[in-house]
């Protein structure tokens, strides 16, 4: 079913304008630019207030001024009525025409500031192909044709503002898209009846409790035992909520933080580099202080080794030739000459010993005294002599020691800098504060998963005992209920439950399974990027998750387009399953969104256009030159909203 | 204290007056030198004066260091450059003479490397030393 008219009169800026959406073979492209307060959204709350009588999407500058047009007031007197009609024409597919045509009457009253309300009426009119109209006003007739064109719950699926579709899955919208599904699949009636099945059981069983004690004792318990059991799905259920609240809250902060620095992590890490480079620094300055010492030394050594060498080398040549070490004590040999008296064998020289001791005399050359020196100064010195042979080799290793230590000084800085340049610019408490909260929720999940394990198997328990129980009970009424009446009806009522019970369920997963293929399509369709994504999920809860190919959801740092695109194929998804053949509406349609996604989204549009009616209400702002290429060439009709000079009506223009 | 040192051997390694002062000043100019000790002061200075053949006699005395402070390898050191000098290794039997030589090449010694110290930029004398330590060592080398 397409909108082929809309005729205004009164409503608001709309005085009295007229608006054709042709017919193409090719797109059902149709598109308003208009800057804002000229009167888009009002256009949106026309056909909201046509159909539901209510105005959803009002500003609140507008929500102060009269639903009448403000010159009708003017041109109005006192006690004129004044008439506020809105016409929607639609064409079915079989090329029916039906009319909605809202028409309000108000009263002028004296001030003409605030006109008086007076009625509204909602009629339909119905026109075949061969042209016979019939009105209707009967207000059940009319409500079940407008639920039959678009039903009030789901109209938001419909008739959207665009800066609200990046919001569309989010906690809060959950359990509209619940309530959707819910509607969709029309399972209210059942869910009724389940609840009275359900009741007519207990009172049977209650009552069967009047035919023994023991019955009504079984009877009592069970109704215990369910009493437990309903709470206990109950939590269940508020630990699922929970935990997709929690999940969902992640994924919005994943969103807030995404392409921000983690402070607590970053500032962690700058912490420990910096212990590092304080620790790198004093190995450095013990390192240095190691190597000036050395350089001390080595200093002495370099500086004498002249004279070392040359010292060493007498030594050396002083022991080839047997002169040390000293095996004759020279000042012992002194004496006894002097003496001429040998003190070892206490005898007086004669002349032969004299010359004999005279020679031994003359063969030592150096005293005991320098002698021990020498072989002193030979050990001493010969460590200076291995320390300059080794010297090359310990410089080298004592520079790699301190080129490493240097070089790794150097990478902590830089590791310093990094951090410190990433954390420059940006609200770190903020940033903390949202990590925190994440951690929170994520902490939540862990908790909540476990709880919900727990729950799950006091829950399987229950049930079992309840199913035994239950087969006691029945073999207890077998043997008392002799004319088998209460074995009969409840019998009877329990099956009857379990059947309404299963068809409800089924229906459910059926809907969401089919919203969850439609929507998976839908978005593959109409998706610019081909290796990014991998899936399209809808749990139990009604979440929506978008299935990075790496397997990870990423609803929550998915860009502002590709969260609205989703959202778009959830919403075609709908209309494909309801069986809504209604037109999308949407009121700034890429106003959150950015650069080139823009661009994709403005072609996502088009192509949508091919199989469903969509009519696009722009702003200048956002109807780049980009999106007026991509827009227009497909656009059978083009309009521009313009205010008249005095602000208070609407001019259409239509754009060749 | 001032004294005069004589033949007899004395307890005492003695700079002239006035060394104190270069000493001081190397130590405020160049951290490198800095806690290091008189005696260590004293070897650096005489390894200096020895290499630049800057023997200078001491023409006053003062008391620098006790010689109970000398390692066995300072001693050494000490005796292979009087050894050197005086051409003669029994030159090692006269304790009053070894430490004179060693004085006035410490006495020489300070004068240079306080004129070094104080011809390169601050903080930069290590880095200077080590690079004519290098050359030292491929001299030795070749």
Not at chain 1, 259 to 284: F, Q
Not at chain 1, 311 to 323: A, F, G, M, R, V
Not at chain 1, 361 to 383: G, P, R, W
Request: net charge neutral; aromatic share 8%; hydrophobic share 35%.
């Amino acid at each position: 079913m397409q909108i082929e008219k809309i005729s205004l009169k009164n409503y608001r800026q709309f005085r009295d304008i007229e608006i054709v959406f042709n017919e193409s073979a090719n797109f059902k492209l149709h598109r308003f630019l208009g800057s804002n307060g000229v009167g888009k959204t009002t256009l949106l709350n026309a056909i909201n207030w046509c159909l539901y009588n209510d105005e959803p999407h009002l500003t609140k500058e507008s929500d102060v001024l009269p639903i009448v047009n403000l010159n009708t007031i003017k041109d109005s007197k006192d006690g004129d009525d004044i008439i506020i009609e809105v016409n929607i024409q639609l064409k079915s597919g079989d090329n029916r025409i039906i009319n909605f045509v809202r028409r309000s009457i108000y009263t002028c009253t004296k001030n003409n500031i605030n006109p008086m309300f007076k009625n509204t009426v909602l009629r339909v009119r119905y026109i075949d192909d061969e042209g016979n109209s019939i009105w209707k006003d009967d207000e059940e007739e009319v409500s079940q044709a407008v639920s039959r064109f678009v039903p009030l719950k789901l109209r938001e699926y419909f008739f959207f503002d665009g800066e609200r579709l990046e919001t569309y899955f989010t906690v809060q919208s959950r359990d509209k898209i619940k309530n959707a599904v819910m509607a969709i699949s029309e399972i209210e009636v059942l869910r009724r009846t389940e609840n009275r099945l359900d009741e007519i059981l207990k009172l049977y069983r209650r009552n069967s409790g009047s035919l023994s004690p023991d019955l009504k004792k079984i009877e009592e318990k069970i109704s215990k035992k369910e009493i437990k059991l309903k709470e206990l799905n109950k939590k269940l259920e508020g630990i699922e909520t929970t935990l997709s609240d929690s999940i969902n809250k992640v994924e919005e902060y994943n969103k807030n933080l995404e392409g921000l620095p983690n402070v607590d992590e970053l500032n962690k890490r700058y912490n420990e580099y910096n212990d590092a480079r304080k620790n790198i620094e004093s190995d450095i300055n013990i390192e240095n202080s190691r190597k000036n010492q050395f350089l001390y030394d080595l200093s002495k050594i370099l500086l004498l080794r002249g004279p070392v060498s040359d010292y060493l080398k007498i030594i050396k040549d002083k022991k080839n030739k047997k002169e040390i070490p000293v095996v004759n004590d020279k000042t012992l040999i002194q004496d006894i000459l002097s003496d001429k008296h040998c003190n070892i064998c206490n005898r007086s020289l004669d002349d032969n010993s004299i010359i004999f001791v005279q020679q031994v005399l003359d063969d030592i050359k150096l005293s005991t005294n320098i002698a021990t020196k020498l072989m002193i100064s030979e050990s001493n010195l010969s460590v200076i002599d291995n320390m300059i042979n080794n010297l090359n080799d310990k410089i080298k290793s004592q520079g790699k020691i301190l080129i490493t230590k240097h070089k790794y000084l150097t990478k902590t800085q830089q590791m310093i800098n990094k951090i410190d340049n990433e954390l420059s610019g940006h609200n770190q408490e903020q940033i903390s504060k949202w990590h925190r909260e994440r951690k929170t929720f994520q902490d939540i999940i862990i908790y909540k998963s476990q709880e919900k394990g727990d729950i799950k198997s006091h829950i399987e328990t229950t049930t079992n005992e309840l199913e035994s129980m239950n087969v006691q009970y029945q073999d207890e009424l077998k043997k008392v209920d002799k004319k088998q009446k209460y074995n009969y009806l409840i019998e009877f009522t329990k099956k009857s439950l379990n059947i309404i019970k299963n068809i409800n369920k089924k229906m459910i997963i059926e809907v969401k399974k089919q919203i969850e293929k439609d929507t998976k399509d839908n978005f593959f369709k109409l998706i610019w990027k081909t290796t990014t994504f991998k899936d399209v999920t809808i749990d139990d809860d009604f979440n929506v998750r978008l299935i990075h190919i790496d397997d990870y959801s990423m609803l929550g740092s998915a860009s502002r387009a590709e969260t609205e695109l989703l959202a778009l194929a959830f919403t075609i998804a709908l209309h494909n399953i309801s069986g809504f053949e209604a037109p999308i509406i949407i009121d700034t349609p890429v106003a959150r969104v950015s650069d080139i996604n823009r661009e994709n989204f403005g072609s996502s549009l088009v192509k949508l256009s091919e199989f469903t009616q969509v009519i696009l209400l722009f702003t200048p702002d956002e109807f780049t030159t980009n999106i007026r290429k991509i827009i227009d060439p497909a656009a059978i009709n083009k309009y521009e909203l313009k205010l008249t000079s005095d602000e208070k009506e609407v001019i259409l223009n239509v754009i060749s | 204290m001032s004294s005069h040192r004589n033949s007899k051997v004395s307890d005492r390694l003695f700079w002239a007056k006035g060394d104190k002062k270069l000493y001081d000043e190397l130590e405020e100019q160049e951290k490198f030198f800095k806690n290091k000790g008189r005696k260590e002061q004293f070897m650096f200075a005489l390894a200096v004066g020895f290499h630049n053949g800057n023997r200078q006699p001491l023409n006053t005395y003062d008391g620098m260091f006790n010689s109970r402070d000398l390692t066995p390898m300072d001693i050494s050191i000490i005796e292979s450059i009087a050894v050197q000098t005086e051409g003669n290794v029994s030159v090692i039997e006269d304790e009053a003479k070894i430490y004179r030589v060693a004085e006035e090449y410490a006495h020489g010694g300070i004068k240079i490397l306080n004129k070094e110290v104080k011809n390169v930029q601050f903080g930069s004398y290590p880095k200077k030393l080590e690079i004519s330590l290098t050359e030292l060592i491929s001299q030795k080398m070749e």
